[in-house]
């Protein structure tokens, strides 16, 4: 008795169709929560849970990009409050955000992103 297939049924080679390639724009979101720099952490933390998301981009008065925050920049904060004891009130997005952020373009192939 001879063996056929190892591989058990193969299936058979698709007809090859001409196939768009997916672009980052896609996938992204057009409604984005903003914040600003002179927006309090606390407040951020309050957007966060209202809104269901894990961060957002920083905007200056001019709409442009300045940073990141995420939650990660929030709990440190919170942490290192309580663990200081200090309050953080006057804590503001300027101070906690990431200042060095990637971007793409939206016109990218998301495999090549």
């Known amino acids: 008795m001879a063996i056929k297939s190892f591989q058990g049924a193969r299936k058979q080679q698709q007809?090859?169709?001409?196939?768009?390639p997916?672009?980052?724009?896609?996938?992204?979101?057009?409604?984005?929560?903003?914040f600003r720099p002179d927006q309090t952490v606390t407040e951020v933390v309050e957007s966060l849970i209202k809104y269901k998301i894990s961060g957002g981009p920083v905007v200056n008065e001019n709409?442009?990009?300045?940073?990141?925050i995420s939650e990660g920049d929030c709990l440190k904060q919170i942490s290192d409050s309580r663990y200081y004891n200090m309050p953080m009130e006057q804590d503001?997005?300027?101070?906690?955000?990431k200042k060095n952020v990637d971007t793409i373009d939206g016109n990218m192939n998301v495999f090549d992103a």
Request: glycine share 4%; net charge negative.
């Open 15 to 20: 007809k090859e169709t001409e196939t768009l």
């Open 22 to 34: 997916f672009r980052v724009s896609d996938f992204m979101t057009r409604d984005l929560i903003t």
């Open 92 to 97: 503001t997005v300027e101070q906690k955000k």
């Open 63 to 68: 709409n442009e990009l300045v940073g990141i």
